[in-house]
């Protein structure tokens, strides 16, 4: 069956950096789009980014532009999402999406 494995998450400082990963299973990983979305307390699931199947293409919410970037390994069907210069409006549970697949989420807090 599908999975999404998320890791990386944790508590960091403002001005500080994480790289999430996604680790798939279950799907033709190599030929989908990935995305990462993000959810505040409260709030609404956000859409954070996507990269193409190649890895050649990716597109960012505006909020993250120039700071996240996001890369795939389509060998070791995984995805990376690396967050620098993070922000205490970056804090958030970041999914890992295909379709209407989710993973469980990891927790990133930016804070003093």
């Known amino acids: 069956q599908v999975q999404l494995v998320e890791s990386g998450g944790g508590l960091v400082k403002p001005g500080g950096s994480l790289r999430l990963s996604c680790a798939a299973s279950?799907?033709?990983?190599?030929?989908?789009?990935m995305s990462w979305f993000r959810r505040v307390a409260g709030k609404e699931r956000e859409w954070v980014a996507t990269?193409?199947?190649?890895?050649?293409?990716?597109n960012y919410v505006d909020s993250v532009k120039g700071r996240f970037t996001l890369t795939r390994d389509n060998t070791k069907k995984t995805v990376y999402l690396q967050m620098n210069r993070l922000e205490p409006e970056d804090t958030a549970v970041y999914y890992c999406?295909?379709?209407?697949?989710w993973g469980q989420g990891t927790q990133v807090t930016v804070s003093t």
């Open positions: 990269i193409g199947f190649s890895g050649r293409s990716s």
């Open positions: 999406n295909w379709g209407d697949y």
């Open positions: 279950g799907f033709p990983f190599a030929i989908v789009d």
